[in-house]
């Protein structure tokens, strides 16, 4: 088997993103005249996103706390919960899919989007014309979500609010903005298929700006991933789970003692290297089984147990649901989330 190469990852965020990989769950293309309002209900394990692309509107999110903030691009930092203005160009992302209100005004009736009609234009993608005839707001809203199991570490980083706000021209983020209104505005046939690839790319130039523009989110792994030695470890760890680590690997990896490799690896990861494995490989088990085509028995054979039953206790620890579970179902949540905005 291959050995992990002698250098860090060049771009440790660029890494990170990398390996969670994330899947748009639904997204929508809304027409709102004034008077509108909708409740979007909580989606635990999805990132919420909304771009307006014209108009304006009022956003509330469900127990914001102090932890609201910038993005990429600017943006004002507060994080009181309370009703604030979305304006053109902006781009909000809601980490965690806390519950929240869009509305035209404040107090005007908002009902939940699933009790308002809108059309699937294919498996992912509605189209949501809604409220009165005063002037219209057109948005791009969505969900998304980080497939890998460890992506909680980075998302609970996030604060309750992501703000991109409008900056001058130059600016990545608001040039994909600007495509993006473009494409809504004046798109052309395949205009769905390019409206959701560019919301992806938006979310994640927020989460990647939130991450480089405040170091304090960047702890445990997504922190140490910038070391020059830690780093490889874990690079080499996230790109061969199945592989049998010791700490012994993984100290040559990183070109140090095991001594000075495991004290240092705890430092920066807040958990011992070979603790730290598990857990990665746990993860990416249950990553395998959630496809529904391997079995337990392979996961176990995959990952390095000579006993299913070894590797079914310590999946269970881990994951905190049985592996047998996650095969048949998936991950809790996952299913509710990709289903709930499809009826």
Same mark, same amino acid.
């Given at each position: 088997?291959?050995?992990?190469?002698?250098?860090?990852?060049?771009?440790?965020l660029?890494?990170? &993103?990398h390996v969670l990989?994330? !899947?748009g *769950?639904?997204?929508?293309r809304s027409?709102l #005249?004034?008077p509108?309002?909708? @409740? %979007?209900p909580?989606?635990?394990?999805c990132?919420?996103?909304?771009?307006?692309?014209s108009g304006?509107c009022?956003?509330?999110?469900?127990g914001a706390?102090a932890?609201a903030?910038?993005g990429?691009?600017g943006g004002?930092g507060?994080?009181d919960?309370a009703d604030?203005?979305?304006?053109p160009g902006?781009l909000?992302?809601?980490?965690?899919g806390?519950?929240?209100v869009?509305?035209s005004?404040?107090?005007?009736s908002?009902?939940?989007i699933?009790?308002?009609?809108?059309?699937?234009l294919?498996?992912?993608?509605?189209?949501?014309?809604?409220?009165g005839?005063?002037?219209v707001?057109r948005m791009?809203?969505?969900a998304?979500?980080?497939s890998h199991?460890?992506?909680g570490? &980075?998302?609970?980083?996030?604060? !309750?609010? *992501?703000?991109v706000?409008?900056s001058p021209i #130059?600016d990545?983020v608001?040039? @994909? %903005?600007?495509l993006l209104a473009?494409?809504?505005?004046?798109?052309?046939?395949?205009?769905d298929?390019v409206?959701t690839r560019?919301a992806?790319?938006?979310?994640?130039?927020?989460v990647?700006?939130r991450l480089q523009?405040?170091?304090a989110t960047?702890?445990g792994?997504?922190?140490?991933?910038a070391?020059?030695r830690?780093g490889?470890?874990?690079?080499a760890?996230?790109r061969?789970?199945?592989?049998d680590?010791?700490?012994a690997?993984l100290?040559?990896?990183?070109?140090m003692s095991?001594?000075?490799?495991?004290?240092r690896f705890?430092e920066?990861?807040?958990e011992?290297a070979?603790?730290y494995?598990?857990r990665?490989?746990?993860h990416?088990a249950?990553e395998?089984?959630?496809?529904?085509s391997?079995t337990?028995?392979q996961?176990?054979?995959r990952?390095g147990y000579r006993?299913e039953a070894?590797?079914?206790?310590a999946?269970s620890?881990?994951?905190?649901?049985?592996a047998?579970r996650?095969?048949?179902?998936?991950l809790a949540?996952t299913?509710d989330?990709?289903?709930?905005?499809r009826?």
């Amino acid at each position: 088997m291959s050995t992990a190469p002698p250098f860090p990852a060049a771009d440790p965020l660029g890494e990170a &993103l990398h390996v969670l990989r994330m !899947d748009g *769950v639904f997204y929508c293309r809304s027409e709102l #005249g004034e008077p509108w309002g909708m @409740t %979007l209900p909580p989606t635990p394990g999805c990132l919420w996103f909304h771009v307006v692309t014209s108009g304006g509107c009022r956003l509330t999110v469900d127990g914001a706390g102090a932890g609201a903030g910038a993005g990429a691009g600017g943006g004002d930092g507060t994080g009181d919960g309370a009703d604030r203005a979305l304006r053109p160009g902006e781009l909000v992302v809601v980490p965690r899919g806390t519950g929240h209100v869009l509305r035209s005004a404040p107090g005007v009736s908002a009902p939940d989007i699933r009790s308002i009609p809108h059309p699937m234009l294919d498996g992912r993608y509605a189209l949501l014309r809604h409220g009165g005839d005063g002037p219209v707001t057109r948005m791009v809203c969505g969900a998304v979500r980080f497939s890998h199991p460890a992506a909680g570490d &980075l998302v609970a980083s996030l604060p !309750d609010l *992501v703000r991109v706000e409008p900056s001058p021209i #130059g600016d990545r983020v608001q040039d @994909t %903005l600007r495509l993006l209104a473009a494409e809504v505005e004046h798109g052309g046939p395949g205009s769905d298929a390019v409206i959701t690839r560019l919301a992806d790319v938006l979310v994640l130039q927020a989460v990647r700006g939130r991450l480089q523009a405040d170091a304090a989110t960047r702890t445990g792994w997504l922190g140490a991933l910038a070391d020059d030695r830690i780093g490889r470890a874990l690079a080499a760890v996230h790109r061969e789970p199945e592989r049998d680590w010791t700490v012994a690997a993984l100290a040559a990896t990183a070109a140090m003692s095991r001594s000075a490799f495991s004290a240092r690896f705890t430092e920066l990861v807040g958990e011992s290297a070979m603790g730290y494995v598990t857990r990665w490989r746990m993860h990416a088990a249950a990553e395998f089984l959630s496809g529904g085509s391997g079995t337990v028995a392979q996961a176990a054979h995959r990952f390095g147990y000579r006993s299913e039953a070894a590797f079914a206790r310590a999946f269970s620890r881990v994951v905190g649901e049985p592996a047998g579970r996650v095969r048949r179902h998936g991950l809790a949540g996952t299913a509710d989330a990709l289903a709930a905005f499809r009826s």
